[in-house]
């Protein structure tokens, strides 16, 4: 059998991040699933077009890249998500999936990061390895993308867990909940003086350059600031931590052996 392995995230524009955070995850799947060719498709239409018309490099979109392993004779398709929830954007590759599964002799998806009760346990010791060594008055706060897609509860659960574990991190989200408001109010009823500022997002884009880093009215640094808190912004996407793209792999590995055990 043909075996491909197509990596599908949101994507980017920006070409270091694209290599620092993508490509490492990529990489890091490619080598634990060595017996496959690598692929890849954004899921983000505005990115891909972007990328066309500035650089002339095209991407596929998750149904252009499965009609292409199917023409080429692929009978074998493992697809891991580099996505953080099961939001609108997962579920587009879930629709593409289920219009290609009839078409290969097996098609698996690999979940998103927060997927799972374990993935947030995970996805916590994962973040810490990342964090500087914060002193006695300063916390970590780590911005997500947030969604209008019922699984934004995904943040605010993990934010609900770090809280009830003591740790000097908080999780907001960019487009949803929690907002940086009700941090902040925390933070001060705490007495921080200093917050580290990181993205929980794939890739440091848009989002984390203007809306978490920047010195413009309305990011999270300047509203931080005027609340009297010292910021150092971390412009570092989830792709450059190893131990988040090891749970990619684990993800994947995960749906492989799934549907192992369903044909046996």
């Known amino acids: 059998m043909k075996k491909a392995l197509l990596v599908i995230s949101f994507g980017t524009s920006y070409h270091e991040t694209c290599e620092k955070n ?19 498709a954004f899921t983000s239409g505005m990115i891909i077009r972007k990328l066309a018309q500035r650089d002339g490099l095209q991407i596929d979109t998750p149904h252009q890249a499965l009609s292409k392993l199917l023409a080429a004779g692929y009978d074998d398709v493992a697809i891991q998500s580099l996505h953080v929830i099961k939001g609108d954007e997962y579920e587009k590759i879930v629709r593409d999936v289920e219009t290609f599964r009839p078409h290969f002799k097996r098609l698996v998806l690999g979940a998103p990061l927060l997927s799972q009760r374990d993935d947030y346990q ?5 973040i810490q390895y990342q964090l500087p060594i914060l002193l006695q008055d300063e916390y970590a706060i780590f911005m997500g993308h947030g969604s209008t897609h019922y699984a934004f509860s995904a943040y605010a659960c993990l934010d609900h ?42 890739v440091a884009g848009d989002h984390a350059i203007n809306d978490m880093a920047s010195d413009e009215e309305g990011s999270w640094k300047k509203q931080l600031e005027q609340a009297g808190i010292s910021v150092v912004p971390w412009l570092q996407g989830l792709g450059e931590n190893p131990n988040i793209r090891q749970m990619f792999v684990r993800h994947l590995a995960t749906a492989l052996n799934e549907t192992c055990e369903e044909r046996a």
């Open 161 to 202: 867990m770090l809280l009830n574990s003591n740790l000097p991190i908080r999780i907001g989200a960019v487009e949803s909940y929690p907002e940086i408001d009700l941090i902040i109010t925390g933070l001060k009823a705490k007495g921080i003086h200093k917050v580290h500022l990181m993205p929980l997002m794939l």
């Open 22 to 40: 993508i490509t490492a995850c990529e990489q890091q799947l490619a080598a634990a699933f060595g017996d496959r060719s690598l692929f890849r």
């Open 122 to 126: 995970q996805m916590i010791a994962a």
